[in-house]
Structure formats: structure tokens, C-alpha cells
């Protein structure tokens, strides 16, 4: 008998093979009645999983289902075509499909497990694989099911498309005898440095970015039929700060590069010079993801399949409504009501989300945004083409133009940060009576002080999961990826009042701007990327803080994105440590520092100790947690998030008396001078599996 | 034009060396097994797949260790064994000294090739080079065997169809058809997820047919679609793939590009196209092709081919509407072109044409004469290495390829290969095809209209009277049937690294009922006569449902037959069967039907049968017509047999799609101006006007029917 979870777990196996065969390395087969048939094997298909039954190893019987979904809209979707949540006519397929999964009651786990199979047979790949991973992630009784990492079941939204065909080699190859030799990816394959945005293919292309991207849409999906699955607590403020913090760690990896800040994509009736030639091809539909050449412009959107009839001009008009709405500091309800606005509700306006307080009017510039952009190529379905990588969660930062929209996006959500609406902080709201950092610095692992050290790294990730019809057996792709040495933050704090809890708020930002000057504060604030946020006692006197940087609270570990892959990480203690849901969401650790330069670039190291009764929120027992990692980025499961303060405080508003960080510098607060330096080598990750 | 002249001397060097020296050796080893010679064929198996694995149903090569690619190296006698287990015959291959690949080798494994590259054609021609000079058949092998797992698949398999055409001790070799080799060129991938699928999961004996999509490439709203039938048809796209294995514009042996009248009937089989398309488009309600002719304006056309690259695993990059060509600059490729050349090139034709006179490299003036003009022209035209000034007149035609096909990347910022435009076996998806060479062909026009008019003497054939043509088909006289039908093609061998097994799938293409001309001809001359046949069919009426101006529907002829005829004494009614056609090649040729294919499919025994793949599809002999009925004119001539013939001896040579394609090692066999009685200008104003004794017209219509039929269910 295998256990329910287990067998939930290879429901994840290998999307796009039908159920018939068997799942999982073990060699398992779900046994299948008649019920959980679909057209294609309507036939055969009892003879055949009867057959592959003999082979099997173990075998999953399945409960039968006293009634069967009838997934009216789901169903329409093809089995080989490509899933958007940002399309509408796909997103309610999807609230269809999770109401579904959700409504089973808690812990019928049999019959959830059934459902899900038959859902799984009959409905597009990627559907299922969205819906089913709300669903575990949003039940009560499958919170211990992991997350399968997404690039190891659909491998070719993260990787070359040349990666298969040499994958599929290996598979068969190998399954003879020949050493399983990992596939090199190369880094530069989408561009070259002739297009001067390739510069930044590393960070827009990285493995773990999008699949930070990917996640925090699963963990804040914009729509469902049970609003509690959207309605988290401060999603709208989640859903602004963190791609705030996207487009701040962008801009500053452009100046690594020597490339200005990103423009804005403003006036939508211009051509966009950025081109984007993504070079992945999709295993579901069996096509290559449309490139958008250089100097395309929008074009209205009129594709009934997707459920979009949209024009340049809505889009316009609805811009139009939200920018009133942050001028005049006032949200209109759709019962005709007004609210002020805050920004929560703007996140959720411009997102949008269903609780936008009035979707007629402020319509959903965020998500219309994407789709404009992804379907430039074929606004009218005349050529039946799909959606590029801007439409895909998990491909979508990939493209340069994704930061063009982020930043317009931004830009509205700091227009409402600069406007009288919003208050500056008072120096009580950002003081700290009797706590006054003395020092603070970072240590380097290889002994330098003040200075960061990147350097490549190449990792293995194992394909097999999502490598549909071809031999068993792991067979692994090889990244090359940013990386940096360990460090540690050091910070001295004299505390002359009595002993208190503080949260440590630690920021990096570049000295200077593109054209080498120093920044006024009201420009660098947005060039501040949060590296680390943590609540510590203090006690009446000296104190010394010293903070790992693989404890950053923006961050997920290094073996989330790329698993141990070793000897040692095939244990299964070990893997059940990094298994639990949340942490999937999360910046990944290996961006977590700036690109530098191999000359060293200046950094503006800031760090503040912030008064803990302002920040504290009232959370029922923390030790509960099963998954803390990345909560700056991702908020915590099921619970409020864990700092009271507008996020990207203090930086997150202009300061009404600094012109620049030196001004603002509080006893409580500390600059410090660092320069991050890349060495420009490469090193094995020593949790390949061979080197 | 830098490239251009960089290639050559190389090639020059390379094809003295073989040609003194080889020919002696062919003599000495032609005496090969055939079951040797037929291994070869075994290296079109599975292209991506290492040649260590099994190939065809039950072999498997024996390599030398020394042959096995570095990461296989120190597993070689493990995957000998393993595979070995289970083949049944194993061929042991020659340990050889291996000849200098270093310059094929500089194309990586995965890209893209095509002969409109001009790095690629030097690298192709030295590849050929070494394979046609091996000294036997089991010297070929090896450097097969060694070739195969190491150099670009496309690549290989190019070059050794090249080869094995041309080599005197693999003749009578047939090479399997490309659409099943590379299945990827032909048909939208999502098939062969399905054909995984199956070859995985359904026992070889359940096996039902896929069925490729039709119309999966645009929808009805771009009315370009209507014609997407003929210009995604397999047969169409295989046909003009193997015209230019043919017919290479480039080779290091120049007696395979200088074929007897290569430039003419290059001239002419794209006139042909270009005609056949037209009616095709007048059958959909659009109107002739618009002549792509001002190199600064916008393409409208944009055309999204949803085919993956199995060997470089890549979608083929799409075209949006409204791209423009830009200059181009890809070192990679060693392009460097700008647009002003392409016009600098035309002008020059026109100038030629305007004076009737090249310009020869030494800068004397070579006058275009009425009967080997168009030949000349041709080869400047296309251009191949026969061009008697390609540094003044460049390389227009395959240029005009290189530059639409490189228009999303022109530099190589991209790091994007070329579009289906240039590649022989998918530019013919394209719309833009069609404007650009009937903008080559405007040119051609240029200079037909130069020439004078037959004259009554050189049309008529005194004494022999044609007194009626006309259409005998299965629903009544001088009606045409047409109607989509189903064939099925097999996959299994284009699928890398699935398990073994036939897996077939199905497609949709046109098809007309099978039908006769009856043409009576009476000769008064009093003694046996022979004569040659000569049927060409044309459009009516116009985009906008006009008579159609003489001039215009000349050049809209399609030629439909031509063949040589007794005429005795007296009256004679000839009936002729239009799958007799010398144009197209029977279904069989394209598509190999499973029934009747000698052993299992996939097998050596029936890869050889009968194969000579140049010809147009004969699926696609008649245009679609419309459900009303299409109107079309019937034409036949017969012209004196004495003033046409060419002697030969055809024996043994696949000569039944001369018309288009020519006969293997042999001179064109009619002496006439290739399109003759149509290729020049005439004062007539209509087609009655214009017939002598000898000709006779019918009206006639093509009837189409919107239904599907399997093959075989004849109805």
C-alpha cells in the first residue's frame, strides 16, 4: 500500500503522459477502471495499464468516484494547448477546477486522490498542474504534499529548447550503459551581445528568479471562486512591494552592466525597440514560444478563444480611473461608494485581483498589460498562434519588456507613494529612544571586510520528471548562474535603554547613479533592495549582531532551486527539510547579491534597528511555522504579515527633510561603504552529481 | 560579392584532385554486394541517433573504438554488447584512416543548414568531396559510420544523398524519402508528441493512424490561408526539396551542376510553379501573386510556420506581417549583403535584357540568342556556379532566399536561424515564395518578350490535324473531379530515440479523380508520322471574372502532359491516362504506399523500391476548382516528332516526370524552348486565334467537392 501522500506526490510525474504507465523512479502504476479513461484510450486503456500492471512494482488502487466533475469549462481546453492565468476565459477554467479540488471535505483523501486523477486525465497539463498545486497548497490536509519544483516537471519553460533532443539521447543512451553525462546549457543562448538587454540575460533569464515569479502567483492567485484563497492578508501591498523589489534589483544589476535604468513603457502607442527571441519550446503544445521582434507595437486584442476583447483605448480609459483615483486620494465602489485609498487597494486595482473594489472601472491594467504585450504577434488569432512568454507566469521575466511594464506599473504605485495622500514618517516613526548602531559591516566567507564577492556557478537539475516518453532515469541539465560567496553581517548596537526586541531592517543600494553621480534620496529610495529582515532581542548595553547571509528573510536556500542532487542529498531526511510549500515562494538564494562588477562596485550598505512596538504584529503562535524562509517577499501561510510597517519601510515613501541617505542617517540607522566585486569564474556546484 | 568568390577556387582544387584520380578506382569496385550497398541506406535511419544503436529493423554497425564520440569512449564495448543483444545482423565496419572533416565539422551538430549559405555550401561540397571520393562502398561506410554521429544531421544526410546520386557504384541506389527522414520539415510537430505517446504506450498491433492537422497554421481570416493547402502540401514541398538535390546550384564536381539545360528548366519549373499557383489562387476568390519587387517596402505577408527543428530543436522562426528585409551581416554564415546590391543586381539584368547581351567577366559582351538566352539567363539568374559572370551579376534569386529568410536577424543579435525561406524543403510554405519568384519569373518574361513570335511554321505540323480534345472522366465529359483525400505517411523512422515500431500517420491532401484525354487527330500527309503530345490547361476568366487577354492566360498554361505519339495514316483517336502524366511522379514515389511495400516498412528491401523522387506530386496535377465549377481551357498540340526529338537511350532511367524535373544523365528529351508554344509573345488576341491545324482547345470545368475520402477508396 503506498501512502497517500506519496501518491499524491507523483501526480506531479511526468505532465504530459497519460496515467496509464507508470509514475514516479519506483516504477508505480495507478490502477485505472473505466472511470478514469479518457477518448484516447477509451478502448485499450484497461488492457494496457493491466499490462504495464505485471511490470509495475507497486500499484495505487483508486477509490471510484460516486460522481464525476463535469468541468464544463476546463474541458475546452485542449490537451495540447497552452495555459494562461492571465487570460480571463482560462482563469475561470481554473477557479472551476480549484473550487472543485477544494470542495472535497478534509481528510477524504482517497476521494481527493481519485478526483484528482480523474482530473488529471482529462484536462490540459498545465491546468491541472496550476489547479492541483492551489489546491495542496491551500488545503488543510495536504499542507505536507510538496510542491514539485516546476522546472523539474515542465523543464521547457525554464531551459534551451536544444536541451531536449540531446536529454532524450542521454535517456535512451544511458539506459545502456553509457555514464549519465550532464547537458551544458550555454549562457548566452537567446541573444548575443550585439543587443546590449542581453547583457542581463543572466538575472532575466535565471532559473530560480522565475521560478520565484511562478510561485508567488500560486501562493496569490488574482482569482477564485472561494475569495479566501485570494483575500491574504495585505495581498495588495504584497503584490506592489514585491515587484517593486524586482524592478529595484533590476535597475541595479543595469548599472552593473553599464546600462541606464529601465525606461517605463509609458506612451503604448510607441514601438518597442526591445526584442525578445525566447528560444523555448513548449513539450504540451508541441510549438516553439513566439519571439517579439524589435520596434512592435500594440495592437487591440480581439481573440475569442481566450475570452479578449480589449483595446489600446480601454486600456487608456482605465488608466485614466486609477490615475485618478491617486490624484484625488479617493476609490470609487462599484455600489457608488467611495473609499480612501491606500495602498493595498491600489495593488489590488491595478493588479487586478477580485477585490478590487471596482473592476468596471479600473479594469485590470496589470494582467491587460502582459497580454497586450504577449500577443503583439497575433492580436487576432489570425495566424493561430499562442501567447509569447509574457502571458506565463513562469517565463514572463524572462523578457526585457516585462521590467518596461513593471516600472509604468511602479510608477503609478510611487506617484501614490509621493502624493499628499501619503504621509512622510515623523522622526518617532522612524526613531528608535536608546538604540544606536555603533558599526556595521559585512564579512566576507573568504575574509574580506565590506566587500561581496560574485562569481558563476554551474548547478545540476534533473529533467527526467518532465521528460515524457523516454527512458527512466535521471538525466541532468547543467546552469550557469550568479553566485556569491557567504557572508555575514556585523553590527554593533549600544542599547541605553532596557532590554527590548528590535527588528533589523538590512537594505543595499548603489552609490551611484548612471551617469556616476551620487543620488538624491528621493531617487536612490527606490534603488534600495531589502537583503535581510529579522526580529532579535537586545540587551541593555553592547550588543553584536552577527547575521548569516543564507538566513535572509527575502531568500529561499540554495537547494530549493537546484537540489542536492549528491550522494549525501539523496537521503530522505534530507529532503523532507526543504519540502514544505511556502518555502518554494521566495527569492532565490544564489541572486541574492548583486552581480558587481570585476572592478568593484560602491554599495550603500544601510541597516536600521527599528522600534519592535510599531513593528510587531499580533500573530497567533509563531512556532507553528513550518516554512519562514522568505516571508519578506512572500508573507507567511495562513497568517498575517509579520511586520506591521508599510512594506519597503523606511524607504518605501520620500523623507519630507533628507536629501539624501546621509540625511536620513537616525542613531538607530548606519551606512557603511561596500564595494561588491565579481570574479569572473566559473565553479562546479559541489552538490553535482559528477563533476 | 565577397562570398561568392571565396568559395570557388577551393572547390576548383578539391574536384581536379577526384576527377583525375577516381573514376579509375569506381571501375575497379563496382562489383559491391548489394547487401553492402544497401547498408548505406540504413545511415537514413533515425538521423539523430548514434549509429552504435540499432538502425532499420534488426542491424547494427560494429564501429571501431576509435569511432565512438569521446563521451561514449570509455563505454564503447558496454553499448557494443548491449545493443548488439539485440540485433540480428551486425555490420562490421572498416577500420579506416579518417580524411580531414575539420572544415564540415565547423558546423555545429544542432544548427540549421542550407545551400543558401554560402559557408554551408563550402562546407556541404567538401563533404561531398570525401564521400565521393571513398574508394568502395565499405570505405564509405566507415566514413558514414564516423560522419554520422558527429557532423550536423541535416548536413549528412544532404551530402550523402548527393553522393550516393551521383557515384557510379551506388547507382540504382535509392535514397528513402526526406518526409520520412525528417518528418519535422514536413508537418506540424505536435504529431510526433502524439507519436511518442503512442510508440510508448500502444503494443505495435493497436496502432491506430495520428492525423496531421490540416490548416493549422493560419486561420481563415488571413485569406492567404485559403491556399495554405498547396503550399503545405508534403508532396509539393518534397518535390521541390528534390529538384535542388538534383539540380545543386553548387558542387566541388562541376559536372553535377552543369547539367544540359539546367538553367533554362530552372527557369522553367519555377515558371510552372508560379502558373499553378495563380490558379490555385484564382480557384480561392484571390488574385495572381503580387510580385515582390521593391526591396524597401513592408512584406505584408506574414507567415508563422509551427515547425520544430528535430536536429536543432528549434521552432522555425516565424515572419510577422510587415517585416522588411535589412542588410545583412552574420559572420557566422559569412553573409555580408546589403539591399542596394540586390538592386544593383537586378539592374543589371534588366540592362542585359535591355541590350540583349551579358557582360562577360573580361568584359566582352556575350549576345542572349534566341535559343540558349534563357539558359544563360537562368544560371545568372538562380545563381549557380555555372553563372558565366557571378561576380557582375551576382546572386539575385538565392539572395532574395537569404535576405527574406534572415529578415528577423539580420545581424545575428539574435542568435535566430533563417526562416522556412531558406531551407529547399519549407520555402514553399511561404506565401512570400510566390511573390518573390514571380517577380524572378517577371524578369525571365522580360526577355521571352524579346523574342520574336513562332512563326506559323515553327507551330504548325503540315498534314497532321487535330480535330478535338477533350476530358473523359468518371462523371461525364469534360468534367473535372476533385476532393480532399487522406494518405498516410510512416513516422516511425524520423523518430529519434522512441522505441521501434511502424507509427503511421495520416494526412489530408487534394486529389482529383483519375480521367483520360481523347484527342483525335487526323493525318492527311498519307505516310506514318510520329508527333509529340503536348497538353498544357489554363484559367478562363480573371480575378475580376474576366475574359482573360491571350497574352495573360499564356502565361498562365500549365503544362499537364507531354508524350510522343505514332500517328498513322489516316484518323486516330489517342486516349491517354492522366496518370500517365510527364510531370508528375505516381502517389506511390511520394508517399510510399504501405500496401504494397515489398517487406516491413523501415526495412532496406523497401526502401529501394522504385524511387526517383523529382517530380510534381501527382495529387496536385489538377487545381482545386470551385463547387460551382471552375472554368478551364483544355489545350493540345502535336508538333513534329522529327524537329523535337533529342536521341538517346532512356533505358533504365526514371524519365517520367521529364517535364519539370529532366532524366538523370541524360539531355532534356524535347528540343523545343522549354514551355513551348507558350514561352513567347504572340499577336494573337485569343487562343483560337493562335492555333494552327495542329491544336485543338476544349472547355472545361473543375469541379470540387468538400468531402474526404481515404486512399484507395476511388469514388
Redesign the interface.
Known amino acids: 500500500m503506498v501512502d497517500v501522500v506519496d501518491s499524491l506526490k507523483l501526480l506531479f510525474d511526468r505532465p504530459n503522459e497519460p496515467m496509464l504507465s507508470p509514475k514516479g523512479d519506483d516504477n508505480t502504476l495507478f490502477q485505472l477502471t473505466e472511470q478514469f479513461l479518457n477518448e484516447d484510450y477509451m478502448n485499450n486503456g484497461i488492457e494496457i495499464n493491466n499490462r504495464y500492471g505485471e511490470m509495475a512494482n507497486k500499484v495505487i488502487p483508486l477509490k471510484e468516484l460516486s460522481q464525476l466533475p463535469q468541468f464544463n469549462l476546463a474541458r475546452r481546453l485542449p490537451a495540447d494547448a497552452e495555459f494562461s492565468t492571465f487570460l480571463p476565459a482560462h482563469q475561470e477554467m481554473a477557479d472551476e477546477v480549484i473550487d472543485e479540488l477544494l470542495s472535497v471535505p478534509e481528510n477524504q483523501l482517497q476521494d481527493f486522490l481519485s478526483l484528482c486523477v480523474y482530473a488529471r486525465v482529462n484536462l490540459n497539463p498545465q491546468l491541472f498542474n496550476y489547479c492541483y498545486s492551489v489546491a495542496l497548497m491551500h488545503r488543510k490536509d495536504t499542507k505536507n504534499v510538496p510542491i514539485q519544483n516546476f522546472a523539474e516537471t515542465f523543464p521547457s519553460k525554464f531551459m534551451d529548447s536544444q536541451v531536449f533532443a540531446q536529454a532524450r539521447e542521454s535517456a535512451a543512451v544511458s539506459a545502456q550503459g553509457a555514464p549519465r553525462v550532464p547537458i551544458i546549457i550555454p549562457r548566452d543562448y537567446t541573444a548575443t551581445d550585439l543587443d546590449v538587454e542581453h547583457r542581463l540575460a543572466y538575472f532575466r533569464e535565471d532559473i530560480g528568479v522565475n521560478l520565484h515569479h511562478w510561485h508567488w502567483h500560486l501562493v496569490y492567485p488574482f482569482s477564485a471562486r472561494q475569495r479566501q484563497v485570494v483575500d491574504k492578508d495585505r495581498r495588495g501591498e504584497l503584490f506592489f512591494y514585491m515587484h517593486q523589489q524586482i524592478i529595484a534589483r533590476y535597475n541595479g544589476e543595469r548599472l552593473n552592466n553599464a546600462l541606464a535604468r529601465v525606461k517605463k513603457f509609458s506612451n503604448w502607442d510607441e514601438p518597442i525597440p526591445e526584442g525578445y527571441f525566447p528560444k523555448l519550446d513548449s513539450l504540451t503544445t508541441s510549438r516553439g514560444w513566439p519571439p517579439r521582434q524589435a520596434n512592435m507595437v500594440w495592437q487591440n486584442l480581439n481573440r475569442p478563444i481566450d475570452g479578449l476583447n480589449i483595446t489600446v483605448a480601454d486600456m487608456q480609459r482605465w488608466r485614466r480611473n486609477v490615475e485618478e483615483a491617486i490624484a484625488t486620494g479617493i476609490a470609487q465602489r462599484a455600489d457608488g461608494t467611495t473609499q480612501a485609498l491606500d495602498i493595498d487597494t491600489l495593488g489590488n486595482i491595478i493588479e487586478s485581483s477580485i477585490l478590487s473594489p471596482n473592476p468596471q472601472l479600473y479594469g485590470a491594467l496589470h494582467n491587460n498589460g502582459h497580454s497586450f504585450a504577449a500577443y503583439m504577434h497575433d492580436p487576432t488569432h489570425r495566424y493561430l498562434e499562442s501567447f509569447s512568454v509574457m502571458a506565463d507566469e513562469a517565463t514572463t521575466m524572462r523578457d526585457p519588456f516585462f521590467y518596461r511594464w513593471h516600472a509604468f506599473v511602479d510608477d503609478l504605485f510611487q506617484r501614490f507613494k509621493e502624493s499628499t495622500h501619503v504621509r512622510s514618517y515623523t522622526r518617532s516613526e522612524l526613531e528608535n529612544p536608546g538604540v544606536q548602531i555603533t558599526s556595521a559591516r559585512v564579512e566576507s566567507s573568504t575574509g574580506g571586510q565590506n566587500t561581496l564577492n560574485t562569481f558563476w556557478t554551474q548547478s545540476d537539475v534533473d529533467l527526467s520528471r518532465g521528460l515524457d516518453f523516454s527512458n527512466r532515469g535521471p538525466v541532468y541539465a547543467r546552469f550557469t548562474h550568479l553566485n556569491h560567496r557567504p557572508f555575514q553581517y556585523v553590527i554593533d548596537v549600544n542599547n541605553t535603554g532596557n532590554a527590548r526586541r528590535t527588528t533589523v531592517r538590512i537594505f543595499i543600494a548603489p552609490k551611484f547613479d548612471e551617469r556616476n553621480l551620487p543620488w538624491a534620496l528621493s531617487d536612490q529610495r527606490k534603488m534600495f533592495i531589502e537583503m535581510d529582515k529579522f526580529v532579535i532581542p537586545l540587551n541593555a548595553g553592547q550588543n553584536t549582531i552577527v547575521r548569516q547571509s543564507t538566513q535572509s528573510s527575502v531568500t529561499i536556500p540554495f537547494e530549493q532551486t537546484f537540489r542536492n542532487l549528491s550522494q549525501q542529498g539523496n537521503d530522505p531526511r534530507q529532503t523532507d527539510l526543504t519540502s514544505f510549500n511556502y518555502c518554494g515562494c521566495g527569492w532565490p538564494q544564489h541572486m541574492l547579491v548583486p552581480k558587481g562588477t570585476e572592478a568593484g562596485t560602491q554599495y550603500d550598505l544601510f541597516v536600521m534597528l527599528s522600534n519592535y512596538d510599531l513593528d510587531s504584529v499580533n500573530n497567533p503562535d509563531g512556532s507553528t511555522l513550518s516554512c519562514v524562509e522568505a516571508s519578506s517577499f512572500c508573507g507567511l501561510k495562513d497568517k498575517l504579515y509579520p511586520d506591521r510597517r508599510s512594506m519597503g519601510y523606511p524607504f518605501d515613501r520620500p523623507s519630507s527633510t533628507a536629501a539624501n541617505i546621509q540625511d536620513f542617517i537616525l542613531p538607530n540607522m548606519f551606512r557603511q561603504d561596500i564595494t561588491i566585486r565579481l570574479q569572473n569564474v566559473t565553479e562546479q556546484n559541489p552538490k553535482n552529481p559528477t563533476n | 560579392m565577397a562570398f561568392s568568390l571565396t568559395g570557388q577556387p577551393a572547390f576548383i582544387e578539391f574536384s581536379r584532385a577526384n576527377f583525375f584520380f577516381f573514376p579509375l578506382q569506381y571501375l575497379s569496385n563496382t562489383k559491391m554486394s548489394d547487401q553492402s550497398r544497401s547498408n548505406l541506406l540504413l545511415f537514413f535511419d533515425r538521423p539523430?541517433?548514434?549509429c552504435f544503436?540499432q538502425k532499420g529493423d534488426d542491424a547494427i554497425f560494429q564501429l571501431p573504438d576509435n569511432f565512438y564520440p569521446d563521451?561514449?569512449k570509455?563505454?564503447s564495448s558496454?553499448?557494443a554488447n548491449?545493443?548488439g543483444e539485440n540485433a540480428q545482423r551486425s555490420i562490421p565496419v572498416r577500420n579506416i584512416a579518417l580524411p580531414d572533416l575539420s572544415l564540415p565539422m565547423e558546423l555545429p551538430y544542432?544548427d540549421q543548414f542550407s545551400l543558401f549559405v554560402p559557408k554551408h555550401r563550402k562546407m556541404a561540397g567538401k563533404l561531398i568531396d570525401i564521400f565521393m571520393g571513398m574508394r568502395d562502398v565499405d570505405d564509405l561506410q566507415s566514413i558514414c559510420s564516423y560522419c554520422q554521429m558527429r557532423l550536423n544531421p541535416y548536413m549528412f544526410n544532404y551530402c550523402l544523398s548527393v553522393a550516393i546520386l551521383h557515384r557510379e557504384d551506388t547507382k540504382g541506389l535509392n535514397i528513402p524519402t526526406f518526409a520520412e527522414t525528417f518528418p519535422d520539415k514536413f508537418m506540424?510537430?505536435?504529431v510526433?508528441?502524439r507519436a511518442?505517446?503512442v510508440?510508448?504506450?500502444?503494443?505495435v498491433g493497436?496502432r491506430l493512424p495520428l492525423v496531421i492537422p490540416q490548416n493549422?497554421?493560419?486561420?481563415d481570416?488571413?485569406p492567404e490561408q485559403r491556399v495554405a493547402y498547396f503550399r503545405e502540401d508534403i508532396g509539393i514541398n518534397l518535390h521541390h526539396w528534390h529538384w535542388h538535390l538534383v539540380y545543386p546550384f553548387d558542387a566541388a564536381d562541376r559536372a553535377i551542376v552543369n547539367k544540359d539545360r539546367r538553367g533554362e528548366l530552372f527557369y522553367y519549373m519555377h515558371q510552372q510553379i508560379i502558373a499553378r499557383y495563380s490558379a490555385e489562387r484564382l480557384c480561392n476568390n484571390l488574385g495572381r501573386p503580387k510580385r515582390y519587387n521593391d526591396f524597401r517596402s513592408p512584406i505584408e505577408e506574414?507567415y508563422?510556420p509551427?515547425l520544430?527543428s528535430?536536429?536543432?530543436?528549434?521552432?522555425?522562426?516565424?515572419r510577422?506581417a510587415g517585416?522588411t528585409i535589412r542588410d545583412i551581416d552574420r559572420p557566422i554564415d559569412q553573409i555580408r549583403s546589403d539591399v542596394s546590391q540586390l538592386e544593383i543586381w537586378r539592374d543589371r539584368f534588366l540592362q542585359a535584357i535591355e541590350t540583349m547581351s551579358v557582360t562577360l567577366p573580361n568584359g566582352r559582351q556575350m549576345p542572349l540568342d534566341e535559343e540558349t538566352g534563357i539558359d544563360v539567363l537562368g544560371n545568372l539568374m538562380e545563381s549557380s556556379i555555372i553563372s558565366r559572370n557571378r561576380g557582375y551579376y551576382g546572386d539575385l534569386h538565392n539572395m532574395g532566399h537569404v535576405f527574406i529568410s534572415y529578415s528577423?536577424?539580420p545581424?545575428?543579435?539574435?542568435?535566430?536561424q533563417f526562416g522556412v525561406m531558406g531551407d529547399s524543403a519549407t520555402a514553399m510554405r511561404d506565401p512570400i515564395f510566390y511573390r518573390w519568384h514571380a517577380y524572378i519569373d517577371d524578369i525571365f518574361q522580360l526577355y521571352k518578350n524579346k523574342l520574336p513570335p513562332y512563326p506559323a511554321e515553327r507551330l504548325d505540323f503540315p498534314g497532321i490535324r487535330v480535330s478535338s480534345i477533350g476530358i473523359e472522366g468518371s462523371s461525364g465529359a469534360n468534367l473535372l473531379n476533385t476532393q480532399w483525400e487522406q494518405s498516410t505517411v510512416e513516422l516511425g523512422r524520423g523518430l529519434?530515440?522512441?522505441p521501434r515500431g511502424s507509427v503511421l500517420a495520416r494526412f489530408t491532401h487534394l486529389q482529383h479523380d483519375e480521367f483520360n484525354y481523347v484527342i483525335d487527330v487526323n493525318n492527311s500527309s498519307g505516310s506514318d508520322m510520329m508527333g509529340t503530345v503536348r497538353i498544357f490547361m489554363a484559367p478562363i476568366l480573371d480575378e475580376g471574372g474576366n475574359q482573360l487577354s491571350f497574352d495573360e492566360q499564356r502565361r498562365l498554361m500549365i503544362e499537364l502532359d507531354k508524350f510522343t505519339e505514332a500517328l498513322p495514316a489516316g484518323t486516330r483517336t489517342i486516349r491517354r491516362r492522366s496518370l500517365d502524366s510527364s510531370v508528375t511522379i505516381p502517389y506511390e514515389r511520394t508517399f510510399r504506399n504501405q500496401n504494397t511495400r515489398p517487406g516491413d516498412p523501415g526495412s532496406a528491401q523497401s526502401a529501394e523500391f522504385d524511387f526517383c523522387g523529382c517530380g510534381w506530386p501527382h495529387h496536385m496535377l489538377i487545381p482545386k476548382g470551385t463547387d460551382r465549377g471552375y472554368p478551364i481551357v483544355v489545350f493540345c498540340m502535336i508538333s513534329n516528332w522529327n524537329e523535337d526529338r533529342v536521341i538517346q537511350d532512356l533505358v533504365g532511367s526514371c524519365n517520367d516526370a521529364a517535364s519539370y524535373c529532366g532524366i538523370r544523365d541524360r539531355k532534356y528529351p524535347d528540343r523545343r524552348s522549354m514551355g513551348y508554344p507558350f514561352d513567347r509573345p504572340t499577336p494573337a488576341s485569343s487562343i483560337t486565334d493562335f492555333m494552327t491545324p495542329n491544336m485543338a482547345v476544349q472547355q472545361c470545368t473543375i469541379r470540387f467537392t468538400n468531402a474526404t475520402r481515404q486512399r484507395g477508396q476511388q469514388g
Open positions: 539523430t541517433e548514434p544503436m563521451k561514449y570509455t563505454v558496454t553499448l548491449r545493443f544542432n506540424d510537430p505536435k510526433f508528441r511518442r505517446e510508440s510508448t504506450i500502444v503494443p493497436n493549422y497554421t493560419a486561420a481570416s488571413d506574414g508563422f509551427k520544430d528535430q536536429v536543432a530543436s528549434r521552432a522555425w522562426p516565424p510577422f517585416s528577423h536577424d545581424d545575428h543579435r539574435n542568435l535566430e529519434d530515440f522512441t
